[in-house]
């Protein structure tokens, strides 16, 4: 339990990316608002990547890094970053920006953010997101959505500004073929409309279910 006189614990994911980036710079802005606020910024390079981020630009390259060279990058991208938050909040106390601990980890990216949230007993846990859909979203939203799940805290999911993406329409259902089920008591489900589009994709059949202890449909899609 936090004690009135004890920092604020951030802990804040980075990766090299925008979302990261922005991650880091809300990290930051929360820490500035506290009496007394401690950020920890860690980086986990997978053990599957083949390289690591450039700092300046982002880009990977080269082999994989060794644990101090990706330790170093990582102090330098955080000093860098915190020069340019200073430098656009001069009129603020930064008192915590002097005390900033940069964390290195190699292993699973989600377990690692969330573990060192534990070790530090944060208080709160800064991730970002990239907010895609699709194959991108499930390898880099994936990291974010498995930490939500094991943080030992609130996280804050941080992402760009954007238009979000437009998921599917989920139409309500025909009323026609509402009534023609009522009507033919479930032995029709499509009106004649629908009919020729639905019928021939499903086929359905009725089962009886064996006991009440089974989970085995009255309606089975094949």
């Known amino acids: 339990m936090q004690q009135a006189n004890d920092p604020y614990v951030i802990v804040v994911a980075v990766d090299y990316s925008e979302s990261g980036r922005l991650a880091l710079e809300r990290a930051f802005e929360l820490a500035a608002e506290k009496p007394a606020a401690s950020v920890h910024v860690v980086n986990v390079l997978p053990v599957y990547q083949s390289g690591v981020a450039d700092a300046a630009s982002g880009a990977w390259a080269g082999g994989l890094p060794s644990i101090e060279e990706a330790a170093e990058q990582l102090r330098s991208y955080v000093a860098k970053a915190g ?15 002097d005390t900033v601990v940069a964390h290195q980890r190699v292993a699973v990216p989600s377990e690692e953010i ?28 994936s990291v974010a ?75 089975v899609r094949s």
């Open 114 to 141: 969330a573990q060192l949230a534990a070790d530090v007993e944060a208080d709160l846990l800064v991730v970002g997101t990239h907010g895609r859909r699709g194959v991108p979203r499930l390898i880099l939203g």
């Open 83 to 97: 020069e340019v938050f200073k430098a656009a909040h001069s009129g603020k106390s930064l008192a915590f920006l």
């Open 145 to 219: 959505e498995a930490t939500l799940r094991l943080a030992p805290c609130p996280v804050l999911v941080v992402r760009p500004k954007a238009i979000p993406v437009p998921g599917p329409a989920i139409e309500p259902p025909c009323p026609r073929c509402v009534e023609a089920r009522k009507q033919s008591r479930g032995q029709e489900f499509w009106c004649a409309q629908h009919r020729e589009r639905h019928g021939q994709r499903h086929t359905y059949h009725q089962g009886d279910r064996v006991g009440a202890e089974t989970n085995m449909p009255l309606f």
